[in-house]
């Protein structure tokens, strides 16, 4: 993926000329740039994101949610995210023009046109429909810098164990949310997990990822992001914020 279109890798080393705040350790900044850079050098990636979410039933009370989400993407203007949890079952196919939803539980299909590359694209479904794509964040450019604005400290915790790989563990600590990061530790610096927890909702909720099944620079038919209508299933016309 050329990093000028979709992921914009950060430059290598360049956590020196961030507006850091006091307490952003160089260490961890020089950690996350290296993340970056990789990702932004990709030319298509894969992976598998287990989740675990903290919501609250209707009977007020927090219960945990999981879901398997399986990511492919080709830079600058292709994705498949499969979205597999207890209660719903989805997929998205963006092809550079348009981005088909499939419920696999209702059987039915919405399209909507869209924007030439997937950043855009990502930030355009969310604003006007709300749908939120697993782990968009590690591929903005921003994704060091928005960081940085958004925390009061950021620091390197030490290494740990991840799925059996050992990682790099970082801490960024905010007003509204802290948020656990760890990086493997080997060629790559590809993100392997991370842990919200938001300390402004009743609760104090948590949101977790653990990234598997990595696939650097595969090949990718592009047939598999254009979208074909199950046997039966049924359009349907999906509103926008604005709209209703």
Not at 115 to 144: C, G, H, L, R, S
Not at 187 to 214: C, D, R
Request: charged share 20%; net charge negative.
């Amino acid at each position: 993926m050329k990093k000028q279109i979709l992921f914009f890798g950060v430059a290598l080393l360049s956590f020196c000329g961030y507006a850091q705040s006091a307490k952003s350790d160089s260490v961890a900044i020089l950690l996350m740039d290296r993340m970056s850079d990789f990702i932004g050098e990709l030319q298509s990636c894969s992976y598998k994101l287990n989740v675990g979410e903290d919501i609250n039933d209707e009977g007020g009370n927090m219960i945990k949610r999981f879901s398997v989400d399986e990511v492919h993407m080709v830079g600058p203007n292709k994705m498949l995210v499969n979205k597999n949890g207890s209660k719903k079952h989805q997929t998205y196919f963006y092809n550079g023009t348009q981005l088909a939803y499939y419920s696999h539980n209702e059987n039915n299909y919405g399209i909507i046109d869209t924007p030439e590359t997937i950043i855009e694209t990502i930030d355009k479904v969310n604003a006007d429909y709300d749908v939120e794509f697993p782990a968009a964040d590690f591929f903005y450019p921003a994704f060091t810098d928005d960081l940085i604005a958004s925390s009061t400290e950021i620091k390197y915790i030490g290494k740990s164990i991840i799925n059996g790989k050992e990682c790099f563990q970082l801490l960024a600590i905010g007003a509204d949310f802290d948020f656990q990061l760890w990086i493997s530790n080997d060629a790559y610096n590809l993100p392997m997990k991370f842990v919200y927890v938001y300390k402004n909702k009743k609760g104090t909720p948590q949101y977790e990822g653990t990234f598997s099944e990595w696939k650097i620079n595969p090949v990718v038919p592009n047939a598999m992001f254009d979208f074909l209508p199950p046997p039966g299933a049924k359009q349907i016309r999906i509103i926008s914020k604005s709209q209703n």
